[in-house]
């Protein structure tokens, strides 16, 4: 059973992420009234960034080389802690400050490294990324902390464990929790009302612009990390509102894994959604845009705080 | 409850005049016959409210029942005649005013304006009314609310950007005062909820039987907060912002009502809140309160009268410093006290807001250092000025003395020193601070030509309530001591 | 915190309002105040069922109809008129005003354990708690709000939050009082409506902080 599970995981973990794209750009093409490309256009994308060569700035270092990798391997691992499918093999240690800090390890390699090629744009979309993860974090704990507080433990696999019935009737903490997730997640990922990922504006962009100088396999690896993270965060979200349905509670492991699979497509087409009918903040009306999450972390607090 | 016939017919006969007349005002086409039918009007409406509830004014009969939501009760009468009164003598003038206003070169009065005037006019004195018999405190609410939106038209009459921006803090400010009255009377209804009556009421005459049952600490919430909302509109210090606005932007006559009726309104308001008070154990703590917050806004609209620069504004804080006193007087559970100041200065405020409307009118200017010289351009109004000025202050021969020495007596007789001596300073101060301020308005070189004012028309008004003012400081004074006691 | 119907109603009446307080967009803020109003008639509806008041339907459903239909419609009618799409915010920025209200949320929820002695049960301790938490936010929206329509929003919100207070401690006002209330706050709105039209012809704005003409 073990090996089963670590199989289909490990598959859902390289297979899944370019699909929740696909999906994602799809319903965005038909909102818009076009056909648009197929679901698997990712997965053609990423081959054919792996079959090109690689371009290197003269002026740049190791970091810059190795930052792709690093980010990789580290996403790789959250993967593997951070309970974002029912169906994860069991791991000791998923601590919600660690798994914030890997997040913020890989930031802090991207920026490194869009730095380090000294274009000027990057520079730009560096500096924006950290003011708002500056902005984000906030919320992101908020959320986590209120569902520790009230699981007593800081272990998220055990605060997101089935039968953890501590947190089983506490619908509106999950509901809230999954909203400061998702609207953080928004921010995480440069998805639309912060950023627009379809964008060649330099002037606006801000994760575009920090891979502005990455080619070749080099940017197939970022792009891939970067697909992970999204349905990392995404799927944690997508978690948090399926244990806010009381049916969910009390379904067996098979249906929980698939609905959890779905939640997470659904989620792609609701982000889908929104970038159809929002518009782009500006960059000054971004704090208004944050605040919600952080409210969200701090309705959690409150209803975590009311409990005890 | 039933409603006999007689009191229906009663009731009609007060209501209708003023209904009758606010759909006559806006159908009419012809304003000069709608000015002088309201005026004429109005002094028949007074002569109505006396003879109607005579016997309840003599204290011959204890008060009149409509139904479970409105009764009337002596006080009522008193101010329900005060009202007519103060409205009859303010469109009195009007009548002369706007007919001036309509000869003269600045007569750009639009038809639609003076319709709008005469329909609000009417509609704010029902609501006025009504405040007075509600024997309820939801309707008490409503019909204050009701004041608050009938007379913001009345504000809003010069048109003016200056006349818009008093509307709209008058509105927003009472608003947001008057929701504060509203949970105040959520409050009270939880208290008598949670007390130990057999059911939540809002009826006043229930609540006042039965004071002692309610559950003290809401009540006790309900009543400051009801303090707060009600004080915003009767302009108490530190929620007074909106009334010298209204006021001074106001035309005459509306501001005249405004300080002379609806001040009176919305302390009526706190009255009725106090009397539940009074029928409970625990009223010391509160009148306390009322007799600081009296003090305080007296003394506060003394300072603020120091340095003034509008002329009408002015009177507007001689209206909040009155209220001021009027407060102390609710404070010290007397309702002849409170009804004595209110009808002394109610009478001299409005002859001293139809006269500064007059001067202001024909001097072209609302600022004090524009206005100058008028006892030597036209004595009368000058003279009637000087008069107004000793008769608001306090001054013997009016009824403004009498009402102010009997509070003072009366803070005198309880010990509260202190309160007199804050009330005696506070008045001298804005004594000084108006003489000085009027002195400058009467003295000087003649500024401008008031030829062209009829000046006979304009101050027969003014003469008649200085006269009022005089005859109640006269007469009433050796009768009135027994009545206090 | 195993929560009823009734609870959840006035919390999130209480969340929506506070949300309110986060945007300046006026159609957002609109449509907040509609859905906020909604779970305020729904709350009613409610109550009436559950202490088995038949009068409280007709508020309820005066409610809906005034407050969650009429008075936004109304106000965005104002809104497309006069030609403004945002508040431009005074001196508490929208994201700090947001999080002091969550702030107010909280105060209201230690206020509302302080005068447990009062409202016995739990139901009424969380309607207390809900009705004051918007009665604050109310003010903050007051506050943190510059133009005209700004404010009346922000007065609306008040004054439900006294209305929830009346319900969920008082188990509503005799009926007569609160129809008369409801008239009330409709003719408010629509006198400041008509306000605000004048003061965007005279002024050629609506920001009210900038009518100091008869400051002294």
Redesign the interface.
Known sequence: MAIFEWISFVAVVFILPPLVLGVLCKTKARLQNRIGASIFQPYFDLYKLFSKGETVSEVTSWIFRNAAAINFAVVIVVALLVPWLTFKPAFVGADLILVIYMFALTRFFTVLAALDAGSAFSGFGASREVTMAMLVEPAVIFCFASLACVARTSDLSVIFSCDNFSLS??N?LWLMAGLGLFLSSLVELSRMPVDDPTTHLELTMVHEAMILENSGPNLALVLFTHYLKMCILWGIAAQCFLRSISYFWTVGPLIQGALSLGALFCMGVIVAIIEGTLVKLRWTKL??F???A??MG??CV??A???G | MAVSADIFLDLVSIVSLPVILAIFSYVNPIIAFTRKITAAAYWVEALIIGCIFWPILMGQTQGLVINE?FRIDRLAVCFLLLTAFVFAAALTHADFLFGQEETDEHGTLKSVRLKTFYLCINLFFLSMCSIFVSN?L??LW?SI??TT?SS?PLV?FERT??A??????Y??VC??GI?LA??GT?FI??AS??GHLEQ?T?IITDLISQADKL?Y??MRFGFILCLLGYGTKAGIFPLHSWL??AH??APAPASAILSGALLNGALFGIWRITQIIMGSHFHNQIMQILLGMGAITVLAAALFLI?Q?GFKRMWAYSSIENVGIMLVAIGLGSAALFFLQAINHSIVKVALFLLSGNIVHAGGSKKLYNLHGILKSCPAWGCLLTLGLFAITGAPPFGTFLSKISILAVLADRGSWILIGILLFATSLAFMSLSVHVGRVLFGGAKTDFQAFKVFQTSVVPIILLCCSVILGLVIFPSYWSFIK | ???DTFS?LA?SSA?LA??ML???YLRANLNFYALHTLAIAMETAWMAQKIHDEHLYWVAFFIALLKVVIIPRYLAWVIRNIDVESDSGSFI???VA??TG?GM??AS?LLSVQLSS?WGDIDSRIGAMAAMSV?FTGVLL?LSRKI?IG?IIG?LV??NG?YL??LT??HG??L??EM??LL?VL??VM??GL?VF??KK??EHID?SR?T??R?
């Open positions: 009737h506490n509106a704090p208004q944050i605040a919600f952080v409210a701090l309705f409150l209803i705080v009311m409990r | 939501n309820n939801g309707c409503m609310e009701a939106l913001a809003y950007k200056n818009l921006e008093a509307t709209w803090k509105l927003i608003s947001v929701a509203l949970l959520v209804f939880a909820q949670h939540g809002l559950d600490p809401l010298p606005d001074s932007e340095r620069h | 915190m195993i929560l959840i919390i969340v506070i949300l986060g945007t300046m920025p929208a994201p947001m999080l969550i949320l909280g929820y009062l009665f007051m005209a404010q007065f008040l004054e006294i207070f009346a401690q008082t006002m005799p007569i009082i008369g209330l009330e003719v408010v006198i400041f306000v004048r003061i005279s002024f009210v009518l003409n008869l002294e």
